[in-house]
Nanobody
Framework: QEQLAESGGGSVQSGGSLRLSCAAS????????MGWFRQAPGKEPEGVAA???????NYVDSVKGRFTISQDNAKNTLYLQMNSLKPEDTAMYYC????????????????????WGQGTQVTVSS
């Protein structure tokens, strides 16, 4: 059974950093576009970062230069390093496999199918 489990969320002040982790079981990262999306209360899900099967990455404009997506294939774990956090980054963050579209020229967008975890809350205070 495919499962994704996020961890690493928390509460930080503006300008702080967090690293999210996503452990996968029952699926192999190399077969999917992997990534992260977030959802704030009352808003639609937003693709944040995606990694194609060849390792190419893309980000939504609002996090470029601040967030970095990476993965450890040996551990089947995906990461999202978030630096210089802002209050507008506050949301529930979800790890996704096959649930984001990857486009070299456009920010990642969410698909209504694929796999995602339960989410981890990130709260940034000003």
């Amino acid at each position: 059974q495919e499962q994704l489990a996020e961890s690493g969320g928390g509460s930080v002040q503006s300008g702080g950093s967090l690293r999210l982790s996503c452990a996968a079981s029952g699926l192999y990262y190399s077969r999917y576009v992997m990534g992260w999306f977030r959802q704030a209360p009352g808003k639609e899900p937003e693709g944040v970062a995606a990694m194609d099967t060849d390792g190419s990455t893309n980000y939504v404009d609002s996090v470029k230069g601040r967030f970095t997506i990476s993965q450890d294939n040996a551990k089947n774990t995906l990461y999202l390093q978030m630096n210089s956090l802002k209050p507008e980054d506050t949301a529930m963050y979800y790890c996704a496999a096959g649930a984001l579209d990857y486009n070299e020229y456009e920010p990642p967008t969410c698909r209504p199918f694929g796999y995602w975890g339960q989410g981890t809350q990130v709260t940034v205070s000003s």
